[in-house]
């Protein structure tokens, strides 16, 4: 190669040897090469139904597992309030996925097939399962509002027993609700999203807990609510961590969950997952501060979904996040022996 | 019906197992796979694959703004544009170092500001995400741009002031169809499918817009039409290729930069071009997407380059998505194991 040449591309190479000199960055001198500066990428089409859905589908899974408890441990209150907002959630996640579609009216052509390599697939079975029986958890909760006789009588006497069997199933498959989403998001080749696969799961699973918890803290007196506490507590607990791991270990690709719109997002949510988890242990004995703590809980999940939501569309925007970890890829397969 | 390739009722949809990914997907006595080989070297940017392609597959228009990227006007491939021919302008002489050129001078003629502005233009094309605004700094910072080209012939100033060595690097770009593809094994509907050729095909009366695929494609090629509300994109020409025809736009490229064929040709063709051009003092020039050991299994549609991959607007080392699926749904069994278990542990952890 004539060495008097402009290399082809060298501000690649001059990015690379500064690296092989020895500074070993955990986030790599932005420097690549581009077309234009236009993103490689298409973006997600997503609108903000789907962020809100994260949020709505995540409480929904929360306020099933909180009803089951309660349901089981014989506390009503904590019972209703759990599978009146599972249904309210679910009813408004259906809505949101179908109002997201380019084709509302098509929304059906998802029961077509069942395919384990589409994370939407699997969750359209997964809502399927579990939005009935958490609709007719719900519903049996009208019972001892049914006259006691004639047929409707009977139907007042059936719904309980419906309904337990209705929300344990429910609560078994809300876990499983609250987690697919975080696939969802990484099953892409959203940058920021796709490497955060195996920490997003986790902030999602606690968020959806901490804002079922925080139903519970709103709805129900302070003395039924410390199942609720401990849900939030824990709750926050792993959504705190996981979002520290995301932010912190993806180098270059935690920088969208820090930065800009995303980053304020992400950060209102912790400051408010703080607040609320503080809040509904300090204030345990105040129904007021408990109610406020638990509204302060659905906030935090409501901005932690769409900070991780703006984040990723921000990755997919800015062909850096694209072309930089991917050639830090292509030098490390160089530097192996016998690659 | 039994010498015609055919599919079982119910095919396996992964792509994940690659060899051949139309056997792969069910199809019982498939054709060789067909594909394309773009050899960017030849190509005079005439755009009549655009064309070609508008015309024979009935895609609409794709918006008229100009977009202050040297010749490009078109942007990227959307739902309305299936070829894009990109143009990249280099201050360096293509191939034989500068010999020709040498002792004349050399001008300061890449634009930083005009390479920032042109970063800035987006268009209409009644797609979504469409044709996006880049990222102006990084444009800049690729001060391989001389803004938008005068009528004449770089350098014919009437002087030897301004002067500079220049070459445009042209490329048609298309869907890769891609052994692994992540827009097909992400698609809950089942629209996108894999076709005896081994191409990937969306069923326009199936996809519901539900835009996944569009998120999931490593090349960012899938789009949706706004109007319309469904994605769209190459196919191949699957209905010529059906009745034995060539795609319409490997038919009108007059310098035979896109070759169709079966993909063992092409790559036995590919591989002999590079060499040649590399004997010929082009050590620049590599293949891309050719490789069945790469991120996606390998193209269905490769290149032949002269520059980085990113460059032209290419990921440098794409990886299908669902490669990662089985380790993601295995963190995220873990993660529902530890909220069932907060869930109990909540209940029966205290009095209250
Ligand atoms: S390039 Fe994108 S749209 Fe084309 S087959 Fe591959 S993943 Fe699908
Ligand atoms: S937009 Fe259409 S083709 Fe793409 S994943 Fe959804 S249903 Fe499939």
Redesign the interface.
């Known amino acids: 190669m004539n060495a008097d040449r402009p290399a082809v591309g060298d501000r690649f190479r001059r990015f690379r040897a500064g690296r092989r000199a020895g500074e070993e960055l955990a986030v790599p001198p932005a420097e690549f090469t581009s077309y234009y500066g236009r993103p490689i990428l298409k973006p997600p089409v997503w609108t903000w139904e789907i962020a809100a859905y994260l949020f709505t589908g995540g409480l929904a899974a929360g306020s099933s597992l909180l009803a089951a408890g309660g349901q089981l441990t014989g506390r009503a209150e904590v019972r209703r309030a759990g599978r009146v907002a599972a249904l309210a959630a679910v009813t408004a996640s259906a809505g949101l996925l179908v109002k997201d579609l380019g084709r509302p009216e098509r929304f059906h052509h998802m029961l077509r097939v069942a395919k384990p390599t589409s994370p939407m697939s699997v969750g359209t079975w997964i809502l399927t399962a579990y939005g009935p029986a958490a609709g007719l958890a719900a519903i049996a909760e009208v019972a001892p509002l049914l006259p006691t006789r004639g047929p409707l009588g009977l139907v007042r006497r059936a719904l309980p027993p419906v309904g337990r069997v209705a929300g344990l199933a429910a609560a078994l498959t809300a876990p499983a609700l609250g987690t697919y989403t975080a696939v969802l998001l990484a099953d892409t080749a959203v940058p920021s999203w796709h490497e955060a696969y195996a920490d997003l799961p986790f902030v999602f699973a606690g968020s959806a807990l901490a804002s079922g918890a925080g139903v519970g803290l709103l709805a129900v007196p302070p003395a039924q609510a410390g199942p609720a506490r401990r849900m939030a507590l824990a709750g926050a607990g792993l959504e705190l961590v996981g979002a520290h791991r995301v932010e912190n270990r993806l180098g270059l690709l935690g920088e969208p969950y820090r930065t800009g719109r995303p980053g304020r997002l992400l950060r209102a949510g912790r400051t408010l997952t703080v607040a609320g988890v503080a809040g509904a242990v300090l204030g345990r004995r105040s129904r007021l501060v408990s109610a406020v703590s638990g509204a302060a809980l659905l906030a935090a999940s409501v901005a932690t979904r769409f900070g991780v939501f703006h984040a990723g569309v921000a990755s997919a925007r800015d062909p850096k996040y694209t072309v930089v970890p991917q050639r830090a890829r292509l030098d490390r397969r160089a530097a192996e022996p016998g690659g | 019906m039994a010498d015609r390739p055919h599919r079982p009722a119910a095919p396996p ?4 197992s690659a060899a051949d990914p139309a056997t792969a997907a069910g199809w019982v006595d498939a054709p060789p796979r067909m594909g394309f080989f773009t050899d960017t070297s030849v190509c005079i940017g005439c755009k009549a694959c655009e064309v070609a392609c508008k015309e024979w597959n009935g895609v609409p228009t794709s918006g008229l703004d100009l977009l202050g ?1 040297s010749y490009d006007n078109t ?2 491939l959307t739902a309305n544009s299936w070829r894009h021919v ?1 143009f ?1 302008e ?1 201050p ?2 293509a191939g034989h ?2 010999a020709s050129f040498a002792g004349n001078p050399t001008g300061d003629s890449a634009s930083a500001a005009s ?2 502005r ?2 800035g233009t987006a268009k209409p094309t009644g797609t ?2 469409g ?12 001060t ?2 001389l803004g938008m080209p005068a009528a004449g012939p770089p350098g014919r100033t009437g002087s030897a002031e301004g002067r500079s060595d220049f070459r445009w690097l042209m490329m048609s770009d298309v869907c890769k169809h891609c052994t692994r593809a ?1 827009c097909l ?7 996108l499918f894999r076709t005896e050729f081994g191409t990937v095909v969306v069923q326009e009366d ?7 695929c ?12 706004v109007d ?4 769209w994109k190459c196919t191949l020409c699957y209905d010529r290729i059906g009745a034995g025809l060539t795609p319409a736009c490997a038919q009108a490229c007059p310098t035979e930069s896109i070759q169709y064929g079966p993909l063992d040709e092409l790559r036995e063709r590919a591989a002999e071009r590079v060499a040649t051009l590399r004997e010929r003092g082009e ?2 020039a590599r293949l891309y997407g050719h490789d069945p050991h790469d991120g996606v299994g390998g193209d269905g549609a490769f290149f032949l380059l ?3 991959p ?9 990886q299908v ?2 490669r ?2 089985p ?3 295995r ?10 278990a ?6 029966l ?4």
């Open positions: 949809q992964s792509s994940l990227m942007g990227a990109a990249v280099q360096r002489p170092g500068t390479a920032a042109s970063a979504e995400p044709v996006l605004a880049g990222e102006p700094q990084a444009a800049a910072r690729t391989e741009f992540g094994d992400v698609c809950p509907t089942g629209a199936i996809c519901n817009g539900c835009g996944y569009v998120s999931a494609c490593p090349y960012g090629v899938i789009d949706r039409r319309d509300g469904r994605v050590p620049q002269l520059d980085e990113e460059v032209y607007g290419l990921p440098p080392d794409p998505t669902t990662d699926l380790a993601m749904w963190r995220a069994g873990l993660a529902a194991l530890a909220m069932t907060v869930a109990v542990g909540a209940f952890g205290g009095r209250r």
